[in-house]
């Protein structure tokens, strides 16, 4: 396969290089676009079904075109979830913060849209190298209907898992033109955090790709298309999406300790790893491996707020290696300023921590744990008991 794909190549290149780059926003030439389009097929295995426009658009047309895209994969609501669950982790220093940070994190210099199933391209952006990627994109559509992501509904684990399948794939057939580039983590806590997240679908989905390429050809690819990943440990581990694992069903209280739960989401193992290597916590993969299942959750009573994170876990050993890196976490965290491990409290729980108007509270049954960040000790002690069912 791979030697078809470079037999391939000086055509692309050819046309690529045909593609114009103008002022005003135009329709790449039909005749130009179904050769690209072929050539899209010819790399990927996947049929061509019908023709895939190409539209270059201004800059400010393009921009809104994102942003619209992005919201109907991330609602409005969401993002207000997750600004508060990002506070209170210590992703960012307040509310209001993820908004201002999140355009750039999801920056694409090119887009196939499955409602218009178009590409559009961002003038001035070198946008000429990603259009194998997006055509590959159309061509699954047109034979799997990736509408399919967005019926996924608030499981964003799951969004993110098919996601993954779908650009992983594309990614794989345009890496032979687009040149690598290393990613940056640079930048807030909460910037870093969405570089990760972001980057997966492009960089573990490729990954993911080649792997099942590898195992049983394109056939193998067009099974995690045609039934998508459901969760980002199965793109993570491909053995867990050859045996269709499900992640562990978790339930969790609508009132406990004398507050009550306002909204709650998937936690899956891409943002475990994401939120570890954000602050640093050393061997994040045996910290990540080995999840189960996790949510997360917002309770309030008032002004009284507690961020709940519970994870279930394969096996014990699993469990113990996140409370060690829970540990880490909440040093980097809450108290990187002070030497060594932050001390713990007493509390109910196996360990609580009171660090400068920041409260902790970690609890540990069997393969089930419960980290609450506030309000205040006790109150997060209780909780986190209560998820874990031990009061």
Known sequence: MITNMRRSLPLLVIVLALVPVGHAATTIAPAQSQALLRIAGKLSGLPVRRSVPIVTETSARYRQRRIAAFNAFYPPAAQLYDDALYAGLGLTSGRGVLARTIGASQARPALYDSRTRKVYLARGKESRQVILRELVQALQDQSFDLRRVSRLGG??????????????????????????????????????????????????????????????????????????PETTEQIFHVDKFLERERALPIALPVEAAGVTLVGDGTFGELDVRALLA???????????????????????????????????????????????????????????????LPATTPCAASACWDLAGHTVAF??????????????????ARLARTILGLE
Request: no cysteine; aromatic share 10%.
């Open 155 to 228: 499981n964003r684990d799951a969004s993110f898992g098919a996601y993954a399948a779908s650009l992983g794939h594309a990614s794989l057939v345009a890496s032979l033109l687009t040149p690598k580039s290393l990613a940056s983590h640079g930048g807030s806590r909460l910037a870093r955090f969405l570089a990760l997240q972001a980057g997966f679908p492009s960089t573990v989905g490729q990954r993911f790709a080649v792997t099942l390429r590898n195992l049983g050809g394109n056939h193998a690819v067009f099974s995690s298309l045609r039934r998508f």
């Open 278 to 340: 954000t602050f640093d916590v050393p061997r994040l993969g045996n910290a990540g491996s080995g999840w189960g299942g996790g949510r997360s959750a917002i309770y309030r009573a008032g002004a009284r707020e507690a961020v709940v994170l519970a994870l279930d876990w394969d096996e014990e050993l699993d469990a113990e290696e996140w409370e060690e890196a829970v540990r880490a976490y909440v040093n980097e965290a809450f108290d990187a300023g002070s030497p060594g």
């Open 363 to 380: 609890e540990r049954s069997g393969i089930r744990t419960a980290l609450v960040l506030g309000p205040d000790v006790p109150t997060g």
